[in-house]
């Protein structure tokens, strides 16, 4: 069977998919899995053995669509589930399954807290749309491969983070999903632990803010290294500190503990960190920080470069004491 999967952004959506392609290159046989992606997020699945050939789409959708017509694929797993996956699906003509999105219960719960969304990770969604060739959970989390040539060397990260840092991760799609800046400053003071800052090249500046502080304790590596660098640099991490983005599900892949920070967004969305399976009863690998009874929470399912009501609450009102008192507890002190 010639399986063709979708899922066109963004870097932390990708990585949630990874159980999907690894269950079913593994349970359905000699299943041959093709995934299409933007080119923008081809690293991220570059290196996945479980991946038999990447489509990448550019500007031209009817382009790539016709390569794809020429592979004859059997099945298509739709989860994106959008207005360009459905001209996909239509040209191939072949059968379909595509993710639940759930846009009428995150319609509710952004615009009348209303909550009707189910107790269920964004994982397992993605994995129903398998029900049909009696594909299972194995229970093995994320997966993320980096490329020989992407591995950090020791030489480019300070002297000083070779025995371990704690990554703090500052960078997201919007700033209603960030840790404001003079809480990053404050916590980042707190810390008395080499720390190194990921993000892109957007949060080198407020990285170079934070890392002034102290630059012997603190490494601004934002806009330094590519998305597979920087994935490495979560591997080699003690512990990660991240707003609700790609980074962090980068982070549950190698099976970091992780605090994770919620603004505007909630974990009841179903994309919280994701891990293996574990024992009955063992504590959770992370630590969700947030800011609950809020009258305006969630406002959006995705964010807004500024907070509508203009007081961010939502991320104003989490201490980075609080935060540090958590890192204290994942790195076994007991104050």
């Known amino acids: 069977m010639k399986f063709l ?8 959506d990708i990585v949630l998919t990874t159980p999907v392609v690894r ?8 299943a ?15 290196a996945n053995p479980y991946i038999d050939k990447i489509h990448v789409l550019q500007d031209d959708l009817d382009a790539v669509t016709k390569q794809l017509e020429e592979e004859d694929f059997d099945y298509v797993i739709d989860l994106h589930h959008n207005l360009r996956t459905l001209r996909v699906k239509r040209a191939l003509g072949k059968k379909a399954f595509s993710f639940n999105k759930l846009n009428i219960q995150k319609f509710l719960l952004t615009n ?3 909550n009707r969304m189910p107790d269920v990770h964004i994982v ?5 749309t398998l029900k049909t060739f009696n594909i299972q959970n194995d229970g093995l989390g994320l997966d993320y491969f980096i490329p020989e040539k992407d591995e950090v060397k020791e030489a480019d990260i300070p002297t000083s983070h070779h025995a371990g840092y704690i990554g703090v991760v500052i960078g997201a799609a919007l700033n209603t999903k960030k840790y404001p800046l003079h809480h990053l400053k404050t916590l980042c003071s707190l810390i008395d632990h080499p720390i190194i800052l990921l993000g892109g090249k957007e949060d080198s500046a407020e990285g170079e803010a934070i890392a002034a502080l102290d630059p012997a304790k603190i490494y601004n590596a934002c806009g330094k290294f590519n998305i597979n660098e920087s994935a490495d640099l979560v591997r080699r991490s003690k512990l990660i500190i991240s707003n609700d983005t790609g980074l962090m599900h980068i982070a549950s892949a190698f099976r970091k503990p992780i605090i994770s920070l919620w603004g505007n967004t909630v974990p009841e969305f179903g994309m919280y960190p994701y891990y293996p399976k574990s024992a009955p009863g063992a504590a959770p690998l992370f630590d969700i920080m947030e800011i609950k009874g ?4 969630p406002c959006s399912k ?34």
Do not use: N
């Not at 041959?32 to 570059?46: G, I, S």
């Not at 809020?294 to 929470?297: A, K």
């Open 23 to 30: 269950c079913l290159k593994k349970q359905a046989g000699t």
């Open 294 to 297: 809020l009258g305006c929470r």
């Open 302 to 335: 995705i964010g807004y470069k500024k907070c509508p009501k203009k007081h961010f609450k939502c991320m104003e009102q989490i201490e980075p004491q609080a935060i540090w008192e958590k890192v204290k507890i994942r790195l076994g002190r007991k104050s």
């Open 112 to 114: 009348f807290k209303i």
């Open 5 to 12: 999967i979708i899922r066109f952004s963004s870097i932390g």
């Open 32 to 46: 041959e899995v093709h995934f299409l992606t933007k080119k923008a997020f081809l690293p991220v699945l570059a």
């Open 124 to 128: 397992d969604r993605y994995l129903d």
